[in-house]
């Protein structure tokens, strides 16, 4: 298995998980929150993609898919089209709202630009420096790291959420 594969699988992953999270749930499900200032199923979802987009948009050098696509505008959020979530205060969290073909429409098309670019990555790729404003400088294979594990907490968070309304009837 190349470094290269072993990104793959972990992207893929992802994709299962934020398809599983969103899974049989109606927009209102989605955009439940359990408490006034908790994340919603739908922001979870949302943010996560943005950030991978947001970070693999950069580091292969090409406009975002939210952008390129045209997922701004089909989303129609009151956020500024290059928000990607962080520091949102909880009005923000509850503007992101999208029934479930949406969000896992918009993630797919972020999926495939994603494998476009890490699978053809070599393992010098992953040592290339792309963002030195940390200490120790950031790395590419320390990004893609980062993003992977950001998603997956973030779907974690979304599918217990899952879990929770399905239980709850």
Do not use: K
Not at 35 to 62: G, M, Y
Not at 142 to 158: C, E, N, P, T
């Amino acid at each position: 298995m190349t470094s290269a594969d072993l990104l793959v699988d972990a992207f893929n992953r992802v994709q299962e998980a934020v398809h599983d999270a969103v899974g049989g749930l109606d927009d209102d499900q989605l955009a439940h929150r359990v408490d006034p200032d908790a994340n919603s199923i739908a922001w979870l979802i949302w943010h996560l993609t943005r950030v991978q987009d947001d970070h693999i948009a950069d580091a292969a050098e090409t406009e975002q898919v939210w952008l390129a696509q045209g997922w701004a505008d089909r989303f129609g959020l009151q956020l500024d089209e290059e928000d990607t979530g962080f520091g949102h205060t909880s009005e923000q969290v509850a503007l992101v709202r999208a029934p479930a073909e949406l969000l896992t429409g918009y993630h797919d098309a972020v999926h495939e630009h994603t494998l476009r670019f890490v699978g053809e990555l070599s393992d010098q790729d992953l040592d290339q420096v792309i963002d030195t404003r940390w200490s120790p400088p950031v790395t590419l294979g320390v990004r893609l790291v980062s993003v992977i594990a950001d998603d997956l907490q973030h779907s974690g968070q979304a599918a217990l959420l899952n879990g929770v309304l399905n239980r709850a009837g």
